[in-house]
């Protein structure tokens, strides 16, 4: 199957890793993966600030960069949740019909990583190794706009050499939600302890998830608690390899990796 990635703007800027990994990952399932270049953000951010002419833009890229492709993925519950229920919602506003109908056959078929692998692939067993102690955090758009429901556990479950331990109060947010960190920080730091609480009482080694995003506002608490438990994308470790085990905790190779 030929497979448009969706990088988003997080992965591209700063996780890099979990796009390269999703990449190895398809490509070892046998697909090709390609890059639409003229990709950019999806106007999420801009949507849920209240900037709407600058999200018009973004949603006629989006549109322009993926329409040609029958399926597109994304390492990204929130980005995808974006393109389903905010690209066509955005264009619709504007008065621009075309354009909605457009976005909407877009967002038919594009897909967060763990919906293409299990609904669309058909698999669960993607021949990943990882011998790590880990549990998995549903993010919010991932689990209440998407309905991802288990596919991510019922991927990890799969995974050879990985030890799963269930979170306690898992659909609790992180505090994340992006602008909402920085307008509402107090909250948002309160939300993160909690969160970080439940992690530590698994004594997983790492913590997992769909979003980079919430990976990031709960690395960074750990790792200023210096508690030893890392985060690390769903997609490392479904990309993880017995044979790329050596010297590298989350079993990366470099082969097939998009440029």
């Known amino acids: 199957m030929r ?4 990088v988003t703007c997080l992965a591209d800027t700063l996780f890099p890793e979990a796009a390269k990994a999703t990449v190895r990952l398809l490509e070892r399932l046998g697909h090709q993966v390609v890059f639409p270049e003229e990709q950019t953000c ?4 801009h949507v849920n600030t209240g900037y709407p002419d600058d999200a018009l833009r973004l949603v006629r890229r989006h549109v ?3 329409a040609p492709y029958d399926v597109v993925v994304a390492p990204s519950g929130s980005c995808v949740g974006s ?3 905010q690209h066509a919602m955005v264009a619709r506003r504007a008065g621009d019909e075309r354009l ?3 976005a909407e ?3 038919r078929h594009t897909y967060e990583l763990s919906e293409l692998l299990v609904d669309v692939l058909g698999v669960t067993d993607v021949g990943a190794y990882y011998p790590h102690r ?3 955090h549903p993010t919010c758009h991932s689990l209440r706009m998407l309905r991802v429901g288990d596919r991510p556990l019922r991927l990890l479950r799969e995974v050879r050499g990985l030890d799963l331990v269930e979170l306690p109060q898992a659909e609790q ?3 994340f939600g992006g602008t909402f960190a920085v307008k509402n920080a107090d909250t948002s730091t309160a939300m993160l302890a909690d969160k970080m609480r439940h992690v530590l009482a698994t004594r997983a080694d790492v913590c997992t998830a769909g979003d980079a995003s919430c990976l990031m506002h709960i690395g960074g608490g750990l790792s200023r608690l210096r508690a030893g438990v890392r985060t690390v994308h769903l997609a490392e470790i479904l990309a993880g390899t017995e044979a790329g085990r050596s010297g590298d905790p989350a079993g990366r190779t470099t082969e097939g990796v998009a440029r």
Do not use: N, P, S, W
């Open 3 to 6: 497979i448009a990635l969706f």
């Open 42 to 45: 999806c106007g999420q951010m």
């Open 64 to 66: 322009r960069a993926f």
């Open 83 to 85: 393109v389903r229920h």
């Open 100 to 102: 909605a109908g457009r």
């Open 105 to 107: 056959e877009v967002a």
């Open 134 to 136: 880990v549990t998995y």
């Open 173 to 175: 947010c992180c505090g």
